[in-house]
């Protein structure tokens, strides 16, 4: 799925960012980049994407994985700058998960951008930048007309060509793809019923503007 291939790429960039950190001795780069990557992509997308993946039968099992591995890279990386606290949550996510049981993060390998670069995936990242931005619209229409969060919204339009979603660097084609895939995980984010995916190509806009 592509928030899987999607999560992964962010990961690596946090590695690339303490690499890069941790060489150059600007710390604070590296505590941002961290903290950045646990609140607004693990925290605010992968987990609540998570929730419906892991009813899926198809989906479950790679899902529960991921949930547990990246975390564990996670605090990998947390261990140089937070090592009481990175310590005491390896312990409690590894017991649970039966993976490393017993051992220290200490007694892990710092994960290197170098080892995992090839999960790095611009492509993939701009495709879901798309969904994300499509959630943040609904979500601001939503605060614009003061719509609760608990009423479903009966009808979004969604035009492919915006040039706030539409991504210009891959093929169309695969956008379309890619957006009509995760309409269901749209739907259940942001509460809506239907959502209806809309082409506005430049012969459309000529018979509107010669109306």
């Given at each position: 799925?592509?928030?899987?291939?999607?999560?992964?790429?962010?990961?690596?960039?946090?590695?690339?960012?303490?690499?890069?950190?941790?060489?150059?001795?600007?710390?604070?780069?590296?505590?941002?980049?961290?903290?950045?990557?646990?609140?607004?992509?693990?925290?605010?997308?992968?987990?609540?994407?998570?929730?419906?993946?892991?009813?899926?039968?198809?989906?479950?099992?790679?899902?529960?994985?991921?949930?547990?591995?990246?975390?564990?890279?996670?605090?990998?990386?947390?261990?140089?700058?937070?090592?009481?606290?990175?310590?005491?949550?390896?312990?409690?996510?590894?017991?649970?998960?039966?993976?490393h049981?017993?051992?220290?993060?200490?007694?892990?390998?710092?994960?290197?951008?170098?080892?995992?670069?090839?999960?790095?995936?611009?492509?993939?990242?701009?495709?879901?930048?798309?969904?994300?931005?499509?959630?943040?619209?609904?979500?601001?229409?939503?605060?614009?007309?003061?719509?609760p969060?608990?009423?479903?919204?009966?009808?979004?339009?969604?035009?492919?060509?915006?040039?706030?979603?539409?991504?210009?660097?891959?093929?169309?084609?695969?956008?379309?793809?890619?957006?009509?895939?995760?309409?269901?995980?749209?739907?259940?984010?942001?509460?809506?019923?239907?959502?209806?995916?809309?082409?506005?190509?430049?012969?459309y806009?000529?018979?509107?503007?010669?109306?």
């Open positions: 799925p592509l928030i899987h291939q999607w999560i992964l790429h962010k990961l690596t960039i946090v590695m690339k960012d303490c690499d890069n950190g941790l060489s150059n001795f600007n710390l604070s780069s590296s505590t941002s980049s961290l903290h950045h990557f646990l609140l607004h992509e693990y925290c605010d997308w992968f987990l609540e994407f998570s929730k419906i993946y892991l009813q899926i039968p198809k989906y479950h099992h790679i899902t529960k994985q991921l949930l547990v591995s990246i975390l564990e890279t996670y605090y990998r990386l947390l261990h140089p700058f937070m090592p009481y606290l990175s310590e005491e949550l390896w312990q409690r996510i590894t017991n649970s998960s039966s993976n049981s017993s051992s220290s993060v200490s007694s892990h390998s710092y994960p290197s951008y170098n080892d995992y670069s090839y999960l790095e995936n611009n492509s993939v990242d701009q495709h879901f930048k798309a969904i994300i931005e499509i959630i943040h619209n609904i979500r601001s229409i939503r605060n614009i007309f003061t719509i969060k608990n009423i479903y919204i009966e009808h979004i339009y969604i035009d492919i060509h915006d040039e706030m979603i539409s991504d210009h660097h891959s093929n169309q084609i695969q956008t379309d793809i890619q957006l009509e895939h995760h309409i269901p995980f749209i739907q259940h984010i942001g509460n809506i019923n239907n959502i209806h995916i809309i082409n506005t190509n430049n012969d806009k000529q018979n509107i503007s010669s109306l």
